[in-house]
């Protein structure tokens, strides 16, 4: 068990619905990530979030947005994607991200955009 | 720009050694991780290397030359539970992870 957790595990949606991914981490950490993983492709990191403060996002399109109410709960929030979106959206946590630290990830949400 | 290379796939034989080759170009280095990634699953962290040298522990090792921008994952008497892709990244000079496409393991009895 890595202590991190991702809801719901698959997701299927269409273009217009809007739905969250949640994520939550039990390892006191102080930063949490969202990652999109595609097949055959590098991690990407599209938000970075430390002491609930957003430090970084990587040029994401805003039909997604991420939520961070406090160090441990960590959302992502979607609406009218696109078919491209589908991928693998993995939540992270780790103890500093200006440190040389470890990344722990949750299971991830296998996202199916229709 | 910044460049993690690692092969997309490999096959080995359980019970056999297999060596994973990683190499970057990276503004900076403060780091290069391992995970391994079990399909459907999380990546889970194996190996850190800072410093030039290899790291091992029990079947897995890593390997690092700073100088050549290399680095590889070496696993020692393959099981079929080793059979995963494995992810090579480099922190760089702002702490931000680069992550390499990944390779996939397979391994045969």
């Known amino acids: 068990e890595t202590g991190v957790t991702q809801t719901p595990r698959h997701l299927v949606m269409g273009m217009t619905n809007k739905k969250s991914l949640k994520c939550e981490q039990h390892l006191g950490h102080n930063a949490m990530y969202w990652y999109k993983q595609s097949a055959k492709k590098p991690l990407e990191l599209m938000f970075v979030?430390?002491?609930?403060?957003?430090?970084e996002n990587n040029s994401v399109p805003s039909r997604f947005s991420p939520e961070c109410p406090n160090s441990s709960h960590l959302f992502l929030h979607l609406h009218t994607l696109q078919p491209e979106d589908s991928a693998l959206y993995l939540c992270?946590?780790?103890?500093?991200?200006?440190?040389?630290?470890?990344?722990?990830f949750g299971p991830g949400t296998r996202l199916t955009v229709l | 720009g910044q460049n993690i290379d690692q092969p997309t796939e490999m096959t080995a034989t359980e019970g056999a050694i297999v060596q994973i080759n990683c190499t970057y170009q990276t503004s900076g280095f403060n780091g290069l991780f391992w995970y391994q990634q079990h399909a459907g699953e999380a990546p889970t962290f194996l190996s850190y290397?800072?410093l030039d040298g290899l790291e091992e522990k029990g079947r897995f090792s890593s390997f690092l030359s700073r100088s050549k921008g290399y680095s590889y994952l070496l696993l020692k008497e393959l099981q079929m539970k080793d059979s995963a892709s494995y992810l090579c990244a480099v922190r760089d000079s702002n702490y931000q992870l680069i992550w390499g496409a990944g390779t996939k393991l397979i391994i045969k009895p």
């Open positions: 979030y430390n002491f609930k403060e957003q430090t």
């Open positions: 290397n800072v």
């Open positions: 992270a946590s780790s103890q500093d991200p200006g440190g040389p630290d470890t990344q722990y």
